[in-house]
């Protein structure tokens, strides 16, 4: 048996204590006035070798510690006792190494597969209520990016009997709250829960109240099909995967959250054809011509070309995700058709001309 001098930790309270360092067999017996243990050679782990020590603890209790001096004679008493093993150390690390792979491995599932397969379900699961809050807490801090127009009562009159008319033919489950916000780009985006918001740009370029109907029916069709949810769950994973980076600091998951409702995340062409759809049935339920998605989107596409080559769109709006209609999406065309397809006669008005004037005027009050 070999003894060596040590200072020991037990990992429970602050005190040092001076100890004798038996290397038996199968461990380690530590022994010192007020501090007793044994350490199963297979339970020892080095901590730190680096220094004028090595710093040593045990599986089994992990926060406790033993430091001893490095000398030469040490050094062979811990190698010949197979404390320091070269061996184990490597197989060790290639387990670690094997581990962390296998983590990596499940969170990328996870997060990539699970998660993204899982977000229909999860948010069809989700109680409406629930939906309902995370969807006004997400339209206060997307308004942090797009801010509300101010001195909208008389717009918000104008177009109440609208939304009443359109909420009802397509029951989505929601009540709908439809903002005003202040960007030039022509935009409409649902966030989770009903929240509904059309930029004072969308105002400007469209040239009917058909046209503005059309297009809310088309977010009223995302609101009950809840693509909003859908994406934040999608998404989810992208934001745990950050938060584990950051620390769990929880910003990460706002950044995520937040970015994801503004820039819709990319709504695949399925989640765009069902909104279509319910948008055309919602039209002809409330008694105007669906054939307007189709006039809306070619104003819109108008805006995205311009007059010349270049997109009108901000740079900044090129490079992140906008609602399809206003990319040069090879699908546009087959959507405008579609949507043209589903012409019938008109047997109500939108709004009236007097009406249209105030709500195209929302986001010019002073």
């Known amino acids: 048996m070999t003894a060596l001098e040590g ?3 037990d990992g429970v309270t602050a005190a040092e204590h001076r100890v004798a360092v038996t290397i038996v ?5 530590i022994a010192g006035a007020g501090a007793r243990a044994f350490w199963r050679k297979q339970d020892v782990v080095v901590v730190d070798k680096s220094g004028d020590v090595w710093r040593l603890s045990s599986s089994e209790t992990p926060d406790a510690r033993l430091a001893i001096e490095k000398s030469k004679a040490a050094e062979t008493a811990l190698r010949d006792g197979g404390i320091l093993d070269p061996r184990r150390d490597a197989i060790r690390g290639l387990w670690l190494a094997g581990g962390l792979l296998a983590l990596s ?17 999860l948010a069809r699961a989700t109680p409406r209520d629930v939906e309902e809050q995370l969807g006004e807490n997400l339209a206060r801090q997307v308004n942090v990016f797009m801010r509300p127009c101010e001195k909208t009562a008389p717009a918000d009159a104008a177009i109440m009997p609208l939304l009443n008319d359109l909420e009802a033919a397509g029951d989505p489950g929601f009540t709908i709250m439809l903002t005003f916000v202040q960007e030039d780009t022509p935009n409409a985006l649902a966030v989770a829960g009903g929240q509904i918001m059309v ?52 910003v990460a998951q706002q950044i995520v959250m937040v970015g ?9 062409r399925a989640q765009e054809a069902r909104a279509d759809r319910v948008a055309i049935a919602i039209m002809g ?30 740079k900044q709006m090129r490079d992140m995700h906008v609602p399809e209609w206003l990319q040069s999406h090879p699908d546009i065309d087959n959507r405008i058709v579609r949507a043209r397809a589903a012409q019938r006669p008109a047997r109500a008005i939108a709004m009236s001309p007097e009406d249209w004037a105030t709500v195209r005027a929302a986001c010019k009050a002073k």
Do not use: W
């Open 199 to 250: 930029t004072s740009g969308l105002l400007e370029t469209l040239e009917s109240p058909d046209e503005l109907a059309a297009v809310i029916a088309h977010e009223i069709g995302h609101v009950k099909s809840r693509d909003g949810m859908i994406a934040l769950y999608r998404n989810a994973g992208l934001g745990i995967l950050l938060e584990l980076i950051t620390g769990g600091s929880g």
């Open 25 to 29: 067999e199968d461990g380690l017996e």
């Open 105 to 121: 491995a499940s969170l990328a599932f996870i997060v990539f597969v699970a998660i993204p397969l899982g977000a229909e379900p």
């Open 285 to 314: 339920d409330a008694g105007l011509d669906p054939a307007a998605l189709a006039r809306a989107f070619e104003r819109l596409k108008g805006y995205k070309r311009g007059d010349g080559d270049e997109p009108r769109v901000p």
């Open 260 to 268: 994801g409702q503004l820039t819709e995340l990319s709504y695949t």
């Open 7 to 9: 200072r020991f930790h």
